[in-house]
């Protein structure tokens, strides 16, 4: 044989040899693979690109899940409404049923997702696992995901738990957030005149998240709020009672009035008066459902604008909490590599959309219904208007950090929600909820103290994060409201009843943490013009320095910008001490 001939035998040979091992061990016959693998760490450390003055990570893809029920781990329930924020929930868990493969199965969880609208039923059916926990220990857990800005309201449910010998208990992670999805929609011309809205009736599910982003929307702009439901008040804003998100879509779509007794200044005229719903506050299919059905309505303000409002948190019991920990843990984990999974690869996305529509159980909405919604579309309704739909985020770990204020120089975000919201609806349901159980007593942030020590060091997927030109000024404005912010006279340093307003606002612009802040200064004229204009000018920065200082990732820099008008723009006569001091101002305007 020649030379040539032998090189030539020789590949051959080389060749078959490597295919045929290959076949063989891709057989398993030889090498057996494991059923399960760790992804505690391995699944969101990621490598440090070299050559860089910074980490960049990138997400290694992992394999889909299978679809095979696991059918082994600790058992749990895990009741969610038809909701986008949930998409790396759906990754994580494979199917309507935890599946071989799927994070939650390395994990050792076994969970059943459920479908469930009525945030009553929620409550009912904690407190009833309560006690089924109570007398059988085995007992599947119970959790249930609701909006992170409902969460004051749904804690009334704590006095049947506490009859129960439990109490509430919040996962400490968040698997997503609404970003666009949740909305108050309502006529074209409440953007550019919000009083427009006073005499106008919104449709929604009452205190809960949407209701709140239309409640937030009349205080950031001055409206009044009418929280009566069964009277009709023409100076305020006024609300139309619904079960749930889609029946106020169907409301408005269906134009069906309804008989009220006309307010003014609380008092009833005696008057009797029909009211429709000339505005709506849902979310995705509800939006949707307007826009393809009837059309007319445009977004005023959605979770887009106030982008930290409504996080997906997850409540359960603290009996259950407290015995499987393991399980706990388990889930966050298995939350987070989904997470990474989702934001990062188009295929595991599309494979969570099936899930969830598996889960959600629509005829009709297949799972490129869920997909193209969580990504958030602009689309002509059915008068022609281009309206913006759906909108959701998943979250990974980074992102919970944020979240909770485990970040350098961060706060906790969800704190700040919470007790924004819970004030709000106390003050306007006092029968309702008189009193809202306090965070601390349900948030316990140990467990994710405890992954982030396990990550320290290492690199992971970065949170997302806004960033701010300081030069962009503010093109669309949201909303516009004057503080009473005092200052101490003739200086720009707060008085001690200045704090509590502060405080206020400080909560207030963090919910709406993808808005431009735009703080304007202003005086009476008393004194110098030009002192008057440099003391407005002070007053304002010190707001600003006070908003950054409190917290450096609510308020990178770029987000707040500081105007001064002096003794400009009077909203009352000076000639009175009670003018003057309404002269004396900071508005805050809120826009992109």
């Known amino acids: 044989m020649t030379t040539r001939g032998k090189i030539v035998f020789g590949a051959l040979v080389f060749a078959l040899l490597y295919f045929g091992i290959t076949k063989l061990i891709a057989s398993n016959k030889f090498f057996k693979k494991a059923d399960t693998q760790s992804v505690l760490l391995s699944s969101i450390e990621l490598p440090t690109a070299q050559g860089s003055n910074r980490a960049t990570v990138v997400v290694p893809l992992a394999p889909l899940p299978g679809t095979a029920p696991a059918e082994n781990g600790t058992a749990v329930v895990w009741e969610v409404m038809a909701w986008n924020s949930q998409m790396a929930g759906m990754l994580a868990n494979g199917g309507p049923r935890t599946t071989m493969g799927s994070a939650l199965a390395t994990n050792k969880v076994d969970m059943q997702i459920v479908r469930q609208d009525d945030v009553s039923k929620m409550q009912a059916d904690l407190v009833k696992n309560a006690l089924d926990l109570q007398s059988n220990p085995q007992t599947p857990g119970l959790v249930v995901s609701i909006m ?115 307010v003014v ?59 499987h920990q393991p399980a706990i843990q388990g889930i966050m984990t298995a939350f987070a590599v989904a997470g990474d999974q989702v934001k990062t690869y188009p295929e595991a996305l599309s494979r969570a959309a099936d899930i969830s529509a598996q889960v959600y159980g629509d005829q009709d909405k297949p799972g490129a219904y869920w997909l193209k919604y969580y990504k958030g579309v602009s689309e002509a309704d059915r008068t022609g208007a281009v309206v913006e739909l759906g909108g959701s985020k998943a979250f990974n770990f980074s992102d919970n950090l944020t979240l909770f204020g485990l970040d350098e120089g961060g706060t906790n975000i969800y704190a700040s929600v919470y007790k924004t919201f819970g004030d709000v609806q ?167």
């Open 265 to 323: 200044n609380g008092h009833s005229t005696g008057v009797q008066v029909d009211v429709k719903a000339d505005a709506v506050a849902t979310w995705t299919p509800g939006d949707v459902n307007i826009a393809k059905q009837k059309g007319g309505l445009v977004t005023i303000v959605s979770t887009k604008d106030y982008s930290n409002q409504m996080p997906n948190i997850m409540v359960t019991t603290k009996r259950w909490y407290d015995a």
């Open 148 to 262: 992170g800005d409902g969460l004051p309201a749904f804690s009334a449910v704590q006095s049947q738990l506490e009859k129960a010998g439990t109490s509430l208990q919040v996962i400490p992670y968040s698997v997503g957030k609404s970003f666009g999805e949740d909305k108050l929609m309502g006529p074209k011309e409440w953007l550019d005149d919000p009083k427009a809205a006073l005499g106008k009736t919104v449709a929604c599910y009452l205190r809960d998240g949407d209701q709140n982003i239309a409640l937030k929307w009349c205080a950031d702009n001055g409206l009044k709020v009418n929280p009566d439901e069964t009277t009709y008040d023409p100076e305020a804003v006024n609300f139309l009672s619904a079960s749930d998100f889609l029946v106020a879509a169907e409301k408005y779509i269906t134009g069906k009035p309804e008989s009220r007794v006309k």
């Open 426 to 592: 106390s003050k306007l349901y006092p029968k309702e909820l008189p009193s809202y159980v306090p965070l601390a007593q349900m948030l316990d942030l140990t467990l994710l103290r405890k992954l982030q020590a396990q990550y320290k060091g290492k690199a992971i997927a970065p949170a997302e994060t806004t960033k701010f030109t300081a030069d962009d000024e503010i093109r669309r404005s949201v909303s516009k409201r004057a503080w009473n912010i005092e200052f101490n006279t003739g200086q720009s340093t707060f008085t001690p009843a200045a704090q509590r307003e502060l405080s206020q606002l400080f909560d207030d612009l963090v919910v709406a943490g993808r808005l431009k802040v735009a703080v304007h200064g202003y005086t009476d004229n008393t004194g110098d013009p030009k002192k008057n204009q440099q003391l407005s000018e002070t007053r304002a920065q010190a707001v600003a320095s006070c908003l950054e200082a409190k917290s450096a990732s609510a308020f990178p820099q770029g987000r707040v910008q500081v105007y001064a008008h002096g003794d400009a723009e009077p909203v009352a006569s000076n000639a009175t001490e009670g003018g003057r001091a309404q002269n004396r101002r900071v508005e805050v305007v809120l826009g992109n």
